[in-house]
């Protein structure tokens, strides 16, 4: 496995421009399964997970080719309603096809889903989205098949604003009879991005951004050009390292809108930003001030996917932080791995109550998932001497090459891949 070694206590300065995001890449590359022919899907970044999504679409029958950041599927050749077991298990984010597949074939046959292990993260509320469309559901052991000789609009509320859900409830109502109206509905731009790749399709929504999505189905979509929203998390990651290494880096190709939270933490913490268009400047001369107290919750609150990173600069700050974690059950687990670092951090239930220290020390730790890995990363930036970073598959899983990506903005970081066995010998 490869591994990620971090000689730290360098700022980070320069300009870099953010990758599209995975995030909002991921339901759009499942939905192009709805239009038949050759769709474009411009600024996908290079991921593993994109990788598995492609492999998925191919298996289907789709052809699709990822050159530079332009994906182009031909969905033409689709022929299967079938996701294979082991490329499910690879990402939670397969569970997109289900939407999809049932609006395309009226079958969509599934695995649970796999991904980061950041909590129980159940489907229910898929599940119950399809089945007040019309989807007859069985469940045998880990395998899902969903049916429908046609699907028809419905009034659904979700019981939590799942990110997921409401996407494949919208991917499946754009083809359905009538109207479908979506309570409760999860607000993230990636949401927002999806439907204006849809609408892009020829599906009629309206609503995506606000709590309740109203999808007027449709008899088809065609195919389409489009491209992706920048990566608000990559972004939000760049702009705490940047702060945490008491750095000067300007973001490129960002959506600041979309950051509104995260940038009334940083500047809560002393950090200068500044914005301008598309372009945030983010600087930080002085230690970083301790945040009374961080709640994340769904959009557009304080993102659960900046949790760890911005704990690391709550480790360095002056004074005693509180973040707490309300979306998964188990997203603390960087906590033990910084704490081999040198942080003060002690959990009590779902908060983390975090004393800060004048500095990190260089560690081998382990990233335990995606974000977690994010936030190891900043902290080997940050630490004094050397940090190992290792099982970075989690990390490559979103972001594009991280460590060539921090290398531009001066980092001493270099990736270690073990010697293959017959040159050992
Ligand atoms: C998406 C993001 C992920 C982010 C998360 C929360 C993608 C590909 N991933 O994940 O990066 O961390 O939003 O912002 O977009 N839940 C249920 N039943 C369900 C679905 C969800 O109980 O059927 C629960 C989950 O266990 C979790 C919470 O709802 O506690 C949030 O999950 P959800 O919003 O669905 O996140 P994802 O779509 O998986």
């Known amino acids: 496995m490869d591994k990620l070694v971090i000689e730290g206590g360098k700022p980070l300065s320069g300009s870099i421009v953010i990758q599209g995001a995975k995030n909002a890449a991921l339901p759009i590359l499942a939905a192009s399964l709805l239009a038949e022919g050759t769709t474009t899907i411009d600024h996908v970044p290079k991921l593993l997970d994109i990788e598995v999504m492609l492999n998925i679409l191919r298996e289907l029958g789709c052809r699709a080719e990822h050159n530079g950041n332009t994906v182009v599927i031909d969905t033409d050749t689709a022929h299967t309603s079938r996701v294979p077991e082991s490329l499910m298990g690879q990402m939670r984010s397969s569970i997109f096809l289900m939407g999809p597949l049932l609006a ?12 980061c292990a950041i909590g129980e993260r159940k489907i229910d509320l898929h599940l119950q989205g399809l089945e007040a469309l ?3 559901i069985e469940e045998a052991g880990n395998r899902i098949i969903c049916r429908a000789g046609k699907l028809f609009g419905a009034d659904i509320h979700l019981a939590f604003p799942s990110v997921g859900a409401t ?4 991917m499946a109502a754009v083809l359905a009879e009538g109207r479908t109206t979506i309570s409760n509905a999860a607000r993230e731009p990636e949401i927002q991005d999806l439907q204006r790749f849809l609408n892009a399709m020829g599906a009629k929504i309206i609503g995506a951004g606000t709590d309740t999505i109203t999808i007027e189905g449709v008899q088809s979509l065609t195919p389409c050009r489009y491209k992706v929203i920048p990566d608000r998390i990559v972004a939000g990651t760049i702009m705490v390292a940047a702060a945490a290494t008491r750095g000067q880096v300007t973001l490129q190709n960002t959506n600041p809108a979309h950051l509104t939270s995260l940038i009334h933490v940083l500047r809560r913490a002393g950090v200068q930003i500044a914005v301008d268009g598309d372009i945030i400047k983010v600087g930080s001369a002085a230690r970083a001030k301790s945040v009374e107290r961080i709640v994340t919750a769904p959009y557009p609150a304080f993102p ?10 709550l480790t360095l700050a002056d004074g005693v932080s509180i973040m707490k974690e309300t979306i998964f059950e188990s997203r603390l687990k960087h906590v033990d791995e910084l704490s081999r670092m040198g942080a003060d951090i002690r959990v009590d239930m779902n908060a983390a109550i975090i004393r800060g220290v004048p500095r990190l020390y260089g560690a081998t730790v382990e990233a335990t998932d995606l974000r977690a890995g994010a936030a190891l990363v900043i902290a080997g930036l940050a ?43």
């Open 134 to 136: 019309g989807a007859e």
């Open 167 to 170: 996407e494949n409830i919208m």
């Open 104 to 115: 395309r074939f009226g079958e969509a046959q599934v695995y649970q889903p796999g991904g």
């Open 304 to 313: 659960t996917d900046l949790q760890s990173q911005v704990m690391v600069l």
């Open 383 to 425: 630490a004094q001497g050397k940090t190992v970073v290792e099982q970075i598959h989690h990390i490559d899983r979103g972001y594009d090459r991280i460590d060539s990506m921090l290398t531009r903005l001066g980092a001493r970081i270099t990736r270690q891949s073990p010697v293959p066995n017959n040159l050992t010998n």
